[in-house]
């Protein structure tokens, strides 16, 4: 008989703790998963999947007025529902909540409703009722972060924005990464006055430089007012209900809303982890070692709380691997590299590997291949958007180092990129692979004059 409760008890039920509390079951171990919000984490419930659903119906009015080109008359008048979005997208979420709940009955998982804290090395309480582990993991995930300042209560965040109760005729989001810019262009095609606001010169920090300026193009075509070196210090509520924004150059802009998507903090207050000795970075992660253990033996991390790539399918793999290790005991073998990521503005990004700037400072001879062309569709629709493809070579072996697009289901079209270049695909095989025509993704397999050496 065990001197523990359970083999292993997880902390959060997101897509890593899930993904990890299921395969240690299968695996034959005692699991127990505590989780004080909703199953699914970030990703399903405010995250990844109601956003792509957003975004898809943001997309609807663009397409209704792209349809008249085509022939289909009657269509200018559609009306847009807020409710009904918001509603059916709550269905579905919560139908997802559900999968996850039996996904972790079937397979044994002991569900305990609540907010867990660690009470010792190998201790966790839940509420009154406190339990043993031979180990713990911590899979909370990340909380989104709104700084202090005047009027900062009148903000709203990612967590909020999909169950609104009325919606926002003029919106401002501020912020400049994935959430900020995302949620600007599905206010702007759910027909509000859409405001973006970010206090550098360029948005999409990290990101290949001419993919931000095309995206930055993009988004000023579809209506989006992009406010650079701008800073908001401070919002006052109005009588009638609106919002003053206050910005540090002395503008001024009155809104029904003011989104914040300013970056997300660990989501460990509370957890107990600074009292056993937890090592914590300066910015809240849990310092962890290849194996995903802390320095406190027993206890274990992983995905968004670590500070890794804070991504869906980064957490899933760090949860196989973690769990593989406990069975085999060779170390946990996760590769960072190459890692295929998409942005759901609109149009879409989809990027792999290095941009140009790093490729560059990497020392390697680096050779560019561009395409900017306007995409079949808008041919007879007469829309002005264009989509950029943008291929980076290693001069040096020819090895395709870099791959970023921007355009319609880019992140679709990356996927496929990201297998070859995992697999070491040169720019030679990429030129000796016959396209799907006519497709936006052959033109990857047929660039054949360098824009730069």
């Known amino acids: 008989m065990s001197e523990f409760d359970f083999d292993l008890f997880v902390i959060g039920a997101g897509s890593g703790g899930v993904r990890a509390a299921r395969m240690a079951a299968a695996a034959g171990m005692r699991v127990a998963v505590a989780e004080d919000r909703y199953m699914g984490g970030t990703c399903v419930n405010v995250g990844c999947v109601p956003k792509k659903l957003f975004v ?7 397409a209704f007025e792209d349809a008249q080109a085509y022939g289909w008359a009657g269509q200018t008048d559609a009306e847009f529902v807020w409710p009904t979005l918001r509603d059916n997208n709550a269905r579905e979420v919560s139908r997802l909540n559900g999968i996850y709940r039996n996904l972790l009955g079937n397979t044994g998982v002991q569900i305990i409703d609540g907010r ?15 339990y043993t582990a031979e180990r713990i993991l911590v899979a909370t995930g990340g909380w989104p972060f709104v700084p202090d300042f005047p009027g900062s209560e009148h903000v709203i965040t990612s967590n909020e924005v999909f169950s609104l109760e009325a919606f926002p005729k003029r919106v401002l989001v501020v912020g400049g990464g994935y959430i900020a810019v995302e949620f600007a262009g599905i206010f702007a095609g759910l027909g509000a006055e859409a405001h973006l606001s970010y206090r550098r010169e360029l948005f999409l920090r990290g990101f290949d430089n001419d993919i931000r300026r095309f995206v930055r193009d993009e988004m000023g075509k579809k209506k989006v007012n992009l406010h650079f070196n701008h800073e908001v210090k401070s919002i006052e509520k109005q009588a009638g209900g609106a919002l003053k924004v206050q910005a540090a150059d002395g503008s001024e802009l009155e809104v029904d809303a003011v989104l914040y998507a300013t970056g997300r903090k660990p989501n460990t207050q509370g957890l107990g982890l600074e009292k056993l000795g937890v ?29 890794g790539p804070e991504l869906t399918p980064v957490a899933l793999a760090e949860a196989m691997a973690l769990v593989k290790h406990w069975q085999t005991g060779k170390t946990a073998e996760i590769d960072y590299n190459n890692i295929p990521t998409a942005v759901f503005c609109q149009p879409n990004i989809g ?3 290095l941009t140009e700037e790093e490729a560059r400072q990497s020392g390697v001879p680096v050779i560019i291949y561009k395409s900017d062309f306007r995409a079949m569709r808008h041919s007879v629709s007469g829309r002005d958007e264009r989509t950029l493809m943008k291929l980076i070579v290693d001069g040096s072996n020819d090895k395709v180092i870099g791959a970023h697009m921007v355009g319609p289901d880019a992140g679709e079209i990356i996927q496929g990129i990201a297998v070859a270049m ?3 695909a040169t720019k030679a095989v990429f030129d000796q692979t016959i396209g799907i025509h006519p497709t936006a993704a052959e033109e990857f397999v047929t660039m054949r004059t360098p824009v730069s050496k």
């Open 56 to 62: 898809y119906a943001s997309s609807y009015g663009e």
């Open 116 to 130: 867990a804290r660690l009470t010792g090395r190998q201790q966790v309480s839940v509420g009154d009722v406190t």
């Open 279 to 307: 090592v914590l970075h300066k910015d809240g992660t849990i310092g962890v070692d290849d194996n995903f253990r802390s320095s406190v033996t027993s206890i274990f991390a992983l995905g968004d709380v670590t500070g």
């Open 351 to 353: 990027t792999v590997g």
């Open 422 to 424: 995992k697999a070491g």
